[in-house]
């Protein structure tokens, strides 16, 4: 069973223990506003375009073995009906305006990039970081590719968003290592609005995990979004799932920030980019001192 | 003791590092007038060589101009300026580049010689439409590097060097013909020319092609260069401190006299060096005197107290055996000054710094005569000092090539001590943070080993990500064990310091290493075109041996075969080369002063030019590269001999042709996928295999001076000088495009750091004595808390035991090095690494510049 891939990231030292190497699966249940990965969100292979790098040279348009591309008006237009995401465009590109996001892979092909930086997982106390789009979503790869890397002896971390149905609660929490739980909002109203789903089933799947895995196991990790969820009042509401769930350790927060731009641009949604605008430090402080106050360790991923 | 305070003490050595950045070097003619005055007098003597080479010496010791400057802690300038380069014009390296390009109208002459013989060369050979063709791919390809423009030695944007008009003409009239067709630069050239080296169409070429008016290097093949110099090392520093060069000079006597019966060359010897050691002892008592003299003429409370403790240790040492730490510091730099005066650009480093001065420090620190601050301070004054004895009046037809101060004198720091235990100690830690702070850009070499302590690591992690790049790390896990491979007892291997950029060797004991270099991708095309050779100018015939025609080879095999014999060839006239320029400085420039200070010269009775030395070898230097090279040949077996897509007649001339109009085949080129350098197996494999043939070909040889030809890997800026002016090759490379550098991967795609690393790693470096590996970081990288700095020193250990031998980080975002091109000042003190040294990024021609840029920038994953 192949799974849909759209990037590995090596050397990653910011998601998780040790030197890991990031394995970024495709396709995503929510839409988060302030998404750092935009191009993560649908499933399937899509083709990339920044206008903005375009020379207008029609290269692209000569390659395209479907003729689905044409200028107008110095940019490319992709008729999407007639596009079968070869990526014959992006490869002519001399501007590497066009690009292919995703591809198929198979089991054995990730598990292998990943085993090949093992020494540097071994002497740091690293592994696999499995990260999206939301891994959960393409569930026979994952637990294929879980197997596979179990029996390597790799350490397996996954980033979740929480959407994932319970009956998987039984199988992740028996084969993968560590957590990286992502809380965005409380209000389940709020949290439909800015990720277009509510998160009952999020804080169900939070509370079911941390029974089954401690927390140890399970690190709680906050997008900052300047106006969403930046508040005390939220760090407040934070503070009490987390005391609901009996968690013990540290939270970590990833500051919001602007670069995420292009990436919106390139996969043809920059007029739905939303500035969130600057995070101060004095915000930070004060949302971590409710944390601390709780008695949780806060990390800064700035 | 020292200054009042930290504050005054960095203001000062910032003061100075400003000043050595800013200030134009000037051209001294004073010891190259001393030293042809002594020489001509002596020429109807019958002093013999070694003698009248000393006398000619200690004249320039006897009559220079010392500068003591007001920023001055240690005393000592190689010239009578503040930042200035003294010319050794017996040598005469840089004797064209005074002779052509002080003038313009030298230099359009020089320009119009050269066109001139283009023109005679073109249309002989290849006649009026061959010449025309040239023009309209030279114009193709951009503006031509090889010529010297019409900017002046004292004019030129990169490396300028200012001359006073009396000095110049001194220079032009009486010394430069006195020494043309005599200095051992131009005999050199000279034998080379009329030897038969040159293989087949490569003399009428050679004579063709426009020459670069210093004669650093020479051009034996298209395949082979070698240098000219005498040979980099490093002095033994510990004698003279530990004795007094009083005492060492009384041990030269004694030897004469207990060798009054012996022939005549080793009495010759014996005496060449005592006038030497006189030499040496006149610098110093002639430096304490010009200390004085300051003293005398200086009112300033505060400041005669400092040149009145200056004059006391400089009357002191290096004469006397060195007691404080300061007396060490400057009695070493005392006597590499004199040495560097009348050896400039032969480049010695300073070995084991951490280690030879570390009984001065530790004997300091017990009776409480020193603070850790104000050692750091005079650390810091050295490193920055060492610097500008570095520097190098190039031609401007290297112009854009070209830079500054090299920062080619490394320290070396860490490692085993003489049992294997680690030998990391304070004065390591001392140094590192002196490096940091004072800015210079004298290379620091950290060896490290299994057991490196982590707090070592962890020191290179936050300096390299505060932005000093003059750190480069060497494995001695691996590197003791290549200098015991090639004869190095256990106790000189463990003992290896780093000299020239990246090269090992054993401080006080090897007699110099000059270098020849293998063009890898050059000898490559020649084994394609079956012993023939391609140039940007057409191409040329019988420059390598007939190895056959590739069309007609069965399998893959059969080519590595072809160019191993290819290679084999290269390397013999490289050697041939390499014994012819070592015999000419054997019999004609005897280095005395340098052999007072190696282990053997004295016991065997032996100049270091004739091999007295305890160990000598000659390295040849692999570059351009083993990244291309590889991928060529990897391209080749995938297309050619898997796939069948094309011919090799049709792939060369798609590589005459630089591709255009062979888009597709082009195209296929670009799409084989994993490279050397991506961690790929199968290429990691072919890599090694090609690696390892290119190594044993070394090993069959041996050198005039009776040692190893070791390999060695580091190509500084010639991966880009030489792109210049060479064609495309089966990489896809493009023509006049740069090389990979030293042995970096070149076509990197995703596999990140991890990948490169791994890919660098797989290769067995067993015999090489010196690889510069480049990698360039951006700050995250490594970050800022220990949480990941751990990590990162982590990938270093991990890298090093995967069998890795060298790291040289370069930690700048691409941002930050386009902003320190539109804005230099700003910038002043960002350090890259370049080929195997350091140097300012602003120091640097634009083309070199876009060439770090370019380089790979590995960020961490956010």
Wanted: aromatic share 8%; glycine share 8%; charged share 25%.
């Amino acid at each position: 069973m192949p799974g849909i891939i759209f990037d590995i990231q090596r050397y990653a030292v910011y998601d998780g223990p040790g030197i890991r190497t990031l394995v970024f699966f495709k396709g995503c249940p929510l839409r988060c506003a302030w998404c750092h990965n935009p191009e993560s969100w649908r499933r399937e292979p899509e083709m990339g375009y920044l206008a903005d790098k375009c020379l207008a040279c029609g290269q692209c348009v000569n390659a395209c073995p479907q003729k689905a591309l044409t200028l107008n008006d110095g940019r490319v237009v992709r008729n999407k009906e007639l596009c079968t995401v070869c990526g014959a465009c992006a490869e002519v590109c001399p501007q590497k305006a066009m690009e292919k996001i995703g591809w198929s892979a198979t089991v054995d092909e990730i598990a292998a990039a990943v085993a090949a930086d093992k020494p540097f997982y071994d002497n740091s106390g690293g592994g696999v970081t499995l990260s999206g789009g939301e891994p959960t979503g393409q569930p026979d790869f994952l637990f294929g590719l879980i197997e596979k890397l179990r029996a390597a002896h790799i350490h397996i971390a996954m980033e979740t968003c929480g959407c994932f149905s319970a009956k998987m609660l039984d199988q992740l929490s028996r084969t993968v290592d560590l957590f990286l739980f992502d809380i965005k909002k409380i209000s389940t109203d709020e949290h439909r609005r800015w990720t277009g789903l509510g998160n009952e089933l999020i804080r169900d799947n939070f509370l079911a995990l941390h029974r089954q895995v401690g927390s140890a196991r399970l690190l709680p990790r906050i997008p900052l979004i300047p106006t969403v969820n930046d508040d005390p009042a939220e760090a407040e509401a934070i503070v009490a799932l987390l005391q609901q769930a009996r968690y013990e350790g540290e939270v970590h927060l990833m500051p919001y920030n602007r670069l995420a731009k292009t990436k919106w641009a390139k996969v043809g949604r920059g007029d739905d980019f939303h500035d969130f605008g600057e995070l101060s430090e004095e915000t930070i402080v004060r949302f971590t001192a409710v944390l601390a106050a709780a008695g949780y360790a806060v990390v800064c991923n700035r | 003791m020292m200054s009042p305070s930290t504050a005054s003490a960095d203001e000062r050595i910032s003061r100075m590092r400003r000043r050595y950045q800013t200030e134009m070097p000037r051209i001294s003619v004073e010891r190259a007038r001393l030293y042809t005055e002594k020489w001509r007098e002596l020429e109807s003597s019958d002093s013999p060589l070694p003698v009248r080479t000393a006398l000619a010496m200690k004249h320039v010791y006897e009559y220079m101009t010392h500068h003591i400057d007001p920023d001055d802690r240690l005393a000592g300038a190689w010239t009578e300026f503040f930042l200035g380069f003294p010319i050794d014009i017996e040598r005469g390296l840089f004797n064209g580049v005074f002779e052509h390009e002080l003038d313009k109208h030298k230099m359009l002459r020089f320009q119009l010689k050269s066109y001139w013989n283009f023109l005679l060369y073109m249309l002989r050979r290849r006649g009026l439409r061959g010449l025309w063709r040239n023009v309209q791919m030279q114009r193709r390809l951009g503006p031509t590097p090889v010529n010297i423009g019409l900017k002046t030695l004292p004019e030129r944007e990169v490396n300028p060097f200012s001359i006073d008009p009396p000095a110049k003409r001194e220079l032009q009239r009486n010394l430069l013909p006195y020494w043309k067709g005599r200095c051992i630069a131009d005999v050199v050239a000279d034998e080379i020319t009329h030897s038969d080296l040159f293989g087949g169409d490569m003399a009428d070429f050679a004579a063709a092609v426009p020459t670069i008016p210093t004669k650093q290097a020479l051009i034996i093949s298209l395949g082979a260069s070698i240098a000219t110099y005498q040979g980099h090392l490093v002095l033994d520093h510990e004698k003279p401190l530990r004795q007094g060069l009083l005492a060492m000079r009384e041990e030269v006597r004694d030897l004469i006299k207990a060798n009054a019966e012996a022939p005549a060359e080793e009495r010759n010897f014996l005496r060449s060096v005592e006038i030497g050691l006189d030499g040496l002892i006149l610098f110093a008592e002639r430096l304490a005197d010009a200390v004085e003299a300051e003293l005398q003429r200086t009112n300033d409370f505060a400041r005669r107290e400092i040149l009145t403790m200056m004059l006391a240790v400089c009357r002191k040492v290096p004469l006397h055996p060195a007691e404080t730490f300061h007396e060490a510091v400057q009695a070493l730099w005392t006597l590499r000054t004199a040495v560097e005066v009348a050896h400039p650009t032969n480049v010695h480093s300073y070995g084991r710094l951490d280690q030879v001065l570390l009984p001065y420090y530790r004997a300091d620190l017990d009776v409480g005569r020193i603070t850790t601050d104000q050692a750091r301070e005079l650390l810091e004054e050295l490193l920055l000092k060492i610097m500008t004895q570095n520097i190098r009046p190039e031609s401007n037809m290297l112009g854009n090539f070209y830079l500054r101060y090299e920062g080619s004198t490394p320290v070396t720091l860490g490692g085993v001590d003489a049992h294997g235990e680690d030998a990391t100690n304070e004065l390591t830690y001392l140094l590192l943070e002196a490096a940091d702070r004072s800015k210079t850009v004298t290379s620091i070499v950290v060896r490290v080993h299994q057991n490196t302590p982590e707090k070592l690591y962890l020191q290179v992690a936050d300096i390299l990500r505060r932005g000093t790049s003059n750190l480069s790390m060497m494995n001695d896990d691996l590197f003791v064990p290549a200098m015991e491979r090639h004869g190095y007892s256990p106790e000189s291997a463990r003992n290896y310091g780093i000299t020239g950029c990246t090269d090992l060797l054993a401080p006080g004991e090897t007699g110099g290493i000059s270098f020849c270099g293998l063009l890898l991708s050059r000898v490559l095309d020649i084994t394609l075109r079956n012993g023939d050779g391609q140039t940007l100018l057409g191409p040329l015939r019988n420059v390598g041996i007939r190895t056959g025609d590739p069309d007609t080879f069965e399998n893959f095999a059969q080519l590595l075969d072809a160019f191993e014999h290819q290679i084999d060839h290269m390397v013999k006239v490289n050697v041939d080369a390499s014994d012819l320029r070592d015999r000419l400085f054997a019999e004609r420039q005897p280095a005395p002063i340098l052999s007072a200070f190696i282990a053997g010269c004295l016991e065997n009775k032996k100049d270091i030019t004739r091999g007295g030395a305890r160990y000598n070898m000659t390295g040849i230097n692999m570059i351009n590269s083993v990244a291309n090279v590889v991928d060529s040949l990897y391209v080749i077996k995938k297309l050619i001999f898997e796939e069948k897509r094309f011919t090799f007649h049709e792939l060369l001339v798609a590589l005459d042709e630089d591709f255009h109009g062979h888009d597709d085949l082009l195209r296929r080129i670009k799409a084989v996928e994993g490279r050397w350098g991506n961690g790929n197996g199968e290429s990691d494999e072919l890599a090694r295999e090609v690696i390892a043939r290119l190594f044993a070909t070394c090993d069959k040889y041996r050198c005039y001076k009776g040692g190893p030809v070791a390999p060695f890997i580091n190509s500084m800026t010639s991966h880009t000088m030489d792109g210049r002016v060479s064609g495309a090759t089966p990489d896809g490379r493009r023509a006049a495009t740069p090389y990979a550098s030293s042995c970096n991967p070149y076509n990197v795609e995703r596999a990140g750091i991890t990948g490169v690393l791994r890919s660098v790693a797989a290769l067995d470096y067993r015999p090489l004595l010196g690889c510069a590996v480049n990698v360039r970081l951006h700050p995250s990288f490594i970050g800022e808390n220990e949480q990941t700095q751990k990590k990162f020193t982590s990938l270093l250990r991990t890298y090093f035991r995967m069998g890795g031998v060298q790291l040289q980080p370069t930690v700048a975002s691409a941002e930050m090095l386009r902003a320190a091109q539109r804005s230099p000042d700003d910038y002043r003190e960002l350090i890259v690494k370049v080929g195997g040294y350091s140097t300012y990024f602003v120091d640097l021609g634009r083309e070199i510049q876009n060439e770090v840029i370019a380089r790979t920038e590995h960020g961490a994953v956010e």
